[in-house]
């Protein structure tokens, strides 16, 4: 019976959902919807939680079930983390938490991976930087008070900001905000004048505060350079700037890295070039006076102008603008001809200039080729300019490169070509007449038209447009007739013309091929033409190179093939007879389809379409299998017909593997596909190529891999059983786990995912650690597992150095870490490469330099203070600065920013000259 056969998983598996105690799904009241959990594959699949809305990340993943389902409850388990961990939220003192009011939302300091995670004060509205990188909670968090805490560097350092005197904050009413002058790891760092207004460049860099902030003023300084240089100004006498009321832009001519440096003229309005850069000031700035000085050339070289004889500039009236002729480079270069009106060119550049300048009259000169070349031109017989009233436009003709050159006839209307550039010029301009000359062939040639008789031109009124035929290179060519609308091709072109043009008549001449070729059609036997009705359009068969060429089939209807181009015409076209001719294979193989046997076409009624098996080319080809609904591939290809065509039949083949292959089936025992009832779908495991190839696990939910390779099926098919087979490897590999001892993995309650230790290509490949929270780096690589995973156990063991390294803190006296309240993250200093390397004092906000570098630890850190101390140099050399007498620091008032007269470098006072103010 098949009819109302359960579907639902709980209809065949309510005795599994029942007896089911881990979890105990009656009891828990769980889904009865079985596919929410298992799988047909594998029914025992574990359960996935990731695909919950809880799902399990870092230590979550290793806890066991009942530590959160506590009862076999599963629904409306919490899932807040204060939920499982508020006994942890009220225990904590180190912040305390219950008395902080901190937040209950665990996940803003704490994660599932490491729940002792140190807390990130960089996610805060206030990062750490700097000193307070260092700095103990509790000098900021007073009392365990996280809320309200001040962030204003002005709410800490209050009293730094009152007590200093240099200079006196408080008194200079200098901005709280500390940071503009302070940083958090340098506090005491120089004030950085560059983010002023006034920022320092040049000797202002070196020199002395209280030269420009008096009395520790800072407010109201003036920055203009005339504040502080305005003696400077009064007193220069080269030039005298007061008297002659230079600008008190100081900055116009000098600079704060070279106060003496020269006057720029090229910032002005008159930049300085050529001779003038080596010219004297007071050659132009007569007295000293700067203001109103001319800066025309005619100014100061009027005399120069006024002196000038050849050309005489004066006499001439020539432009007082002498950059048209002269340069600051060379006063004395010669004119520039080229800038004018008139540029000169070819011999005009040899001529001298009294030639056109007669006199040295510059103005007025004419600048016509005949202004000075009329001579020449009323002189000039061949051809007779004056005579033939020829263009007094000379460059028509003419150039100043070569006044001689011969007249360009190409530019005229009548450009010249083939024989007429060899032609004499009175040939054609009889008489030295060049106006009017006829253009027209035939007005030359007129002679040449009427006396021709071959053809006789006259007679037959042949057109006097004599480029039609002629040519100017050769006047005797050839009648081209392809430019005519008959072009001769073929035989065509070997005809002699009166075969054609009879009697000399060129009009009228017919073109069609049945003009000249009516004989001819009408004497074909071979095939009949007239009897036929063939067509008169002869180019249908026929051509101009070879008029016997055969009919050309391929243009027809029925373009010939394969056997059809070697067979003779009347066996198609019976009788000479041409329309009509039957164009289907059966029309004429007929007799061959009714004949055939193998297979009897006629008794199984197959297509009288013969190009389905047949071709033109091979008319007893093998039938084309590929191209039916059932392609041979493989061992089909080889297989007789008669194998699946019993008795001549094609229709209703069967098409299945199983319908030829029943027998193979039900015949196999290995594995016995009748009794498993294996897919009768024979393509899921065999081919056409190779019937008995293996099966391709790989295509099934579980694929192969590693040694499941190699493994023979029946290790996992046991009894020949293919459905249901376990895919977990805990499956199989219980046994593996059990006897596992180190680790053991059933104590330590291990997973049974064993996937995330082990791989089917190396069982017992060692733990990738550096897949943990926890991975491993420099002597933790060699340590061994037992000494951090004391007696087995792998949960909850603790990742902070300290955690094993706390006996090391505790026992360092050099320096003592426990004593002087050493921070316990011990990656600051040490690294698991080198747990003893060298502190280095560089990544710190001091680093060492000169001098610093050989002192001792001892030596600053004395009191065992390491956070907090001072790191200017006064901090630690206030005795050297008082007690320094040549000269006496304090009572000259010195700055205490050491660093500016000392090198730590050689640790040695640096030679200082003092110059005395200027008086």
Request: aromatic share 6%.
């Amino acid at each position: 019976m098949f009819e109302g056969t359960p579907s639902q998983c709980i209809d065949c598996h309510l005795a599994d959902y029942n007896g089911t105690s881990d979890p105990d799904h009656e009891a828990a009241q769980m889904s009865t919807a079985c596919l929410e959990c298992h799988t047909t594959s594998n029914w025992e699949a574990t359960f996935d939680h990731q695909a919950t809305a809880f799902p399990l990340t870092g230590q979550h993943v290793q806890t066991a079930c009942q530590q959160c389902h506590i009862g076999g409850v599963f629904e409306g388990t919490p899932s807040q983390c204060i939920d499982c961990h508020l006994a942890d939220y009220n225990g904590t003192s180190d912040p305390d938490h219950e008395a902080a009011q901190m937040s209950t939302a665990c996940l803003e300091c704490h994660t599932t991976s490491n729940w002792d995670a140190t807390f990130d004060h960089q996610t805060t509205a206030f990062p750490l930087t700097g000193q307070h990188v260092q700095t103990a909670c509790q000098q900021c968090h007073i009392g365990g008070v996280f809320e309200g805490t001040p962030s204003q560097c002005i709410d800490c350092h209050l009293a730094d900001y009152n007590g200093t005197t240099d200079p006196d904050h408080e008194a200079a009413q200098m901005s709280t905000a500390c940071l503009e002058c302070h940083t958090t790891s340098n506090w005491d760092a120089s004030f950085d004048h560059q983010a002023t207004a006034f920022p320092l460049t040049g000797q202002h860099v070196q020199t002395a505060c209280q030269q420009c902030h008096i009395g520790g003023v800072f407010e109201g300084t003036p920055s203009q350079c005339i504040d502080c240089h305005l003696a400077d100004y009064n007193g220069t006498s080269d030039p005298d700037h007061e008297a002659t009321q230079m600008s008190t832009n100081c900055t116009q001519c000098h600079t704060t890295t070279n106060w003496d440096a020269t006057f720029d003229h090229q910032a002005t309005a008159f930049p300085l070039t050529g001779q003038h850069v080596q010219t004297a000031c007071q050659q132009c700035h007569i007295g000293g006076v700067f203001e109103g000085t001319p800066s025309q050339c005619i100014d100061c070289h009027l005399a120069d102008y006024n002196g000038a004889t050849d050309p005489d500039h004066e006499a001439t009236q020539m432009s007082t603008n002498c950059t048209q002729c002269h340069t600051t480079t060379n006063w004395d270069a010669t004119f520039d001809h080229q800038t004018t009106a008139f540029p000169l060119t070819g011999q005009h550049v040899q001529t001298a200039c009294q030639q056109c300048h007669i006199g040295g009259v510059f103005e007025g000169t004419p600048s016509q080729c005949i202004d000075c070349h009329l001579a020449d031109y009323n002189g000039t017989t061949n051809p007779d300019h004056e005579a033939a009233q020829m263009s007094t436009a000379c460059l028509e003709c003419h150039t100043t490169s070569n006044w001689d050159a011969t007249f360009d006839h190409q530019t005229t209307a009548f450009p010249l070509t083939g024989q007429h550039v060899q032609t004499a010029c009175q040939q054609c301009h009889i008489g030295g007449v060049f106006e009017g000359t006829p253009s027209q062939c035939i007005d030359c040639h007129l002679a040449d038209y009427n006396g021709t008789t071959n053809p006789d031109h006259e007679a037959a009124q042949m057109s006097t447009a004599c480029l039609e035929c002629h040519t100017t290179s050769n006047w005797d060519a050839s009648f081209d007739h392809q430019a005519t609308a008959f072009p001769l091709t073929g035989q065509h072109v070997q005809t002699a013309c009166q075969q054609c043009h009879i009697g000399g008549v060129f009009e009228g001449t017919p073109s069609q091929c049945i003009d000249c070729h009516l004989a001819d059609y009408n004497g074909t036997t071979d095939p009949d033409h007239e009897a036929t009705q063939m067509s008169t359009n002869c180019t249908q068969c026929h051509t101009t190179t070879n008029w016997d060429a055969s009919f050309d089939h391929q243009t027809t209807a029925f373009p010939l093939t394969g056997q059809h181009v070697q067979t003779a015409c009347q066996q198609c076209h019976i009788g000479g007879v041409f329309e009509g001719t039957p164009s289907q294979c059966i029309d004429c193989h007929l007799a061959d389809y009714n004949g055939t046997s193998d297979p009897d076409h006629e008794a199984a009624q197959m297509s009288t379409a013969c190009l389905e098996c047949h071709t033109t080319s091979n008319w007893d080809a093998t039938f084309d299998h590929q191209t039916t609904a059932f392609p041979l591939t493989g061992q089909h290809v080889q297989t007789a017909c008669q194998q699946c065509h019993i008795g001549g039949v094609f229709e209703g083949t069967p098409s299945q593997c199983i319908d030829c292959h029943l027998a193979d089936y039900n015949g196999t025992s290995d594995p016995d596909h009748e009794a498993t009832q294996m897919s009768t779908n024979c393509t899921q495991c065999h081919t056409t190529s190779n019937w008995d190839a293996s099966f391709d696990h790989q295509t099934t939910a579980f694929p192969l891999t590693g040694q499941h390779v190699q493994t023979a099926c029946q290790q996992c098919h046991i009894g020949g059983v293919f459905e249901g087979t376990p895919s977990q490897c805990i499956d199989c590999h219980l046994a593996d786990y059990n006897g596992t001892t180190d680790p053991d993995h059933e104590a330590a309650q291990m997973s049974t995912a064993c996937l995330e230790c082990h791989a089917t290509s190396n069982w017992d490949a060692s733990f990738d650690h550096q897949a943990t929270a926890f991975p491993l780096t420099g002597q933790h690589v060699q340590t061994t597992c037992q000494q951090c995973h004391i007696g087995g156990v792998f949960e909850g063991t603790p990742s902070q150095c300290i955690d094993c390294h706390l006996t090391d803190y505790n026992s360092s006296s050099e320096p003592d870490h426990e004593a002087d309240h050493f921070p316990t993250t011990c990656q600051a200093c040490h690294s698991t490469s080198n747990w003893n390397s060298t502190f280095n004092h560089n990544n710190t906000g001091f680093p060492l330099t000169g001098q610093h570098v050989q002192a001792t630890c001892n030596q600053c850190h004395a009191s065992g203070q390491y956070d907090g101390l001072p790191t200017t140099c006064v901090s630690c050399h206030v005795a050297d600065y008082n007690n320094t007498d040549e000269p006496d620091h304090q009572a000259a008032g010195f700055s205490n920013q050491c660093q500016t007269c000392h090198d730590e470098q050689l640790g040695r006072q640096l030679t200082i000259i003092i110059i005395p103010a200027s008086p």
